[in-house]
């Protein structure tokens, strides 16, 4: 299998280091606030890698960070604490808050069927491994203290950007970092890994320094490094981490360890709202209850990303979202329709091209599919393969067990959408029009078959003055509410 490592910027065959359990750490959400789809795509991403590596044959040990520790409002160390400003507007305390959004962040992650990762880990359970942390940074030469924090000192660390490949003084000439810099860093892109409280702040802990609270990166260094030990295999991120959070992660994990402390580096590229920004002034930061609230169910925003690469900008739109919603349901009635067919043997053969013998029109689909999975897990092939097989002109339950074998990496519910399917299927037609309606529908039928076109006509203008619509089908007349 292939993956796309941000840290050579190149696609690379995956070895785990232990062969077998592949060792994953993902950053989680800050939980101030309801995850937004743009959230949310990151962390689908997270799951199709989990699911295809686990069809791959390997066990998982995974880890995902809760941010539950206030951070600031940037990247940097400037801003507001999100946290406090939450708490201070809802008038709850901070552990409130977190826990408030927690368990929305995992509804959310349910609703999406997105498996979580083995282990959850909680900042503000971890303050005592932090403080730890920071000692050893301290100990080696790379910490030092300022009258707020402690700072990482990063012309220590010769290896800082090599992730964003970011030349840091070209990037810190014209940013807006030199804007209000604390005089007391050694070079402005030191970081705090440990910041002291003033005495208002919410959430503060004792430690050396006095009272305070973990800088952002040091949360993810710790904890990674806590349940997976100095080498995790993989670990991901959206691709807004690159050039700060996980260059900082870098910088401190492997000055602590002394060497590469993550094998693969995997980013999730960003989704867009109508091509821009998502943002809370936009007021189009929508969340899984928006979509729900215009009619959308969770696992059509699910194929809807299936949909792109996740190393592709997505652009979410609501017509976007709509032509999703009516694929899955088309896929749901096509393989409803392969599972009421035949077992038949699907015979075709389809032509080597050189690299390939001739082979079984199905053989080729599964090669096609599990060729995917395994080119840096290009989903959206896969699923045009699934497509190939549901829309092929001879139905077979054969067809139905190929793709319903592949919900174990799509996560589409099939069977419940299948049985859904049926269902509506065998409802009576016009079932909820009211009898009124369906009476005058009767008369015009009537009226048709008596030949008395006229009057036919006339009844239809009537019921379409009343709201409804009739379409003549081979199975009878539909109404249908306009
Ligand atoms: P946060 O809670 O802000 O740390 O974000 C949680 C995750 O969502 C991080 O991995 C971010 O990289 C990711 N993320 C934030 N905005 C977007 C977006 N518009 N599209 C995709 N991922 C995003
Ligand atoms: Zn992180």
């Known amino acids: 299998m292939k993956v796309y490592n941000t840290l050579s910027r190149s696609k690379e065959e995956f070895r785990p280091v232990d062969g077998k ?5 993902s ?12 959230n949310l795509r990151t962390y689908i991403f997270m799951d199709s890698l989990r699911r295809v590596l686990k069809h791959e044959g390997y066990t998982l040990k995974h ?29 709850k305390s ?15 992650l349910d609703r999406l069927n997105i498996d979580r990762p083995e282990i959850i880990a909680k900042a503000t359970e971890h303050i005592d491994g932090m403080i730890e942390y920071v000692e050893a940074l301290c100990e080696k030469g790379y910490g030092y203290e300022t009258s707020d924090g402690i700072y990482y000192d990063i012309g220590k660390f010769p290896g800082y950007g090599k992730l964003s490949r970011a030349k840091l003084d070209e990037q810190l000439a014209g940013g807006s970092e030199r804007v209000g810099i604390n005089e007391e ?10 910041k002291k409280a003033p005495k208002e702040h919410i959430m503060q802990w004792p430690s050396p320094w006095g009272m305070g609270y973990p800088g952002w990166h040091i949360e993810c260094s710790q904890m990674s490094r806590q349940y997976l030990g100095d080498l995790l295999d993989i670990h991901t991120g959206g691709v807004d981490h690159i050039p700060i959070h996980h260059e900082n992660e870098i910088a401190q994990s492997e000055a602590l360890v002394g060497k590469k402390t993550v094998n693969y580096w995997m980013h999730a590229e960003f989704l867009l709202v109508d091509n821009g920004k998502m ?32 190393r592709n900008k997505l652009n979410f739109t609501w017509e976007g979202l709509s032509g999703a919603q009516t694929s899955l349901n088309r896929l749901y009635e096509t393989l409803l329709a392969h599972k009421n067919a035949a077992d038949v043997k699907i015979t075709e053969t389809v032509q080597g091209d050189g690299r390939y013998a001739d082979m079984n029109v199905m053989d080729a689909w599964k090669q096609e599919y599990e060729y995917a999975l395994s080119d840096d897990l290009n989903i959206p092939l896969a699923l045009s393969v699934i497509w190939k097989a549901l829309r092929y002109p001879t139905k077979s339950k054969k067809i139905y067990e190929f793709v319903l074998a592949a919900d174990d990496i799509l996560g589409l519910d099939m069977e419940a959408g299948v049985e859904a399917a049926a269902k509506a299927a065998q409802a009576p037609m016009n079932a909820d029009v009211p009898e009124e309606i369906q009476k005058l529908a009767d008369d015009r039928l009537a009226a048709k078959k ?3 076109y006229a ?5 239809r203008d009537q019921i379409k003055a009343m709201g409804y619509v009739l379409i003549d089908t081979k199975d009878g007349t539909k109404i249908e509410k306009v």
């Open 455 to 459: 009057k036919a006509d006339q009844i």
């Open 94 to 108: 901070p552990y409130e808050i977190a826990a408030f959004y927690t368990t929305a962040f995992f509804k959310d």
């Open 27 to 38: 950053c989680g959400p800050t939980v101030y606030n309801y995850a937004h789809i743009g």
């Open 21 to 25: 359990e592949v060792k994953i750490y």
């Open 63 to 91: 880890v995902m960070n809760i941010t539950d520790v206030g951070h600031l409002t940037s990247d940097g160390d400037s801003g507001e604490d999100k946290m406090a400003k939450a708490a201070a507007k809802a008038q």
């Open 279 to 310: 943002s809370k002034s936009l007021g189009n930061t929508y969340t899984i209850d928006t979509l729900i609230e215009r009619g959308f169910s969770p696992l059509a925003y699910r194929y809807f990303c299936l949909n792109g690469h996740y």
């Open 185 to 194: 860093k050694r070079h402005p892109a030191d970081f705090a890994i440990w």
């Open 450 to 452: 008596a030949k008395d």
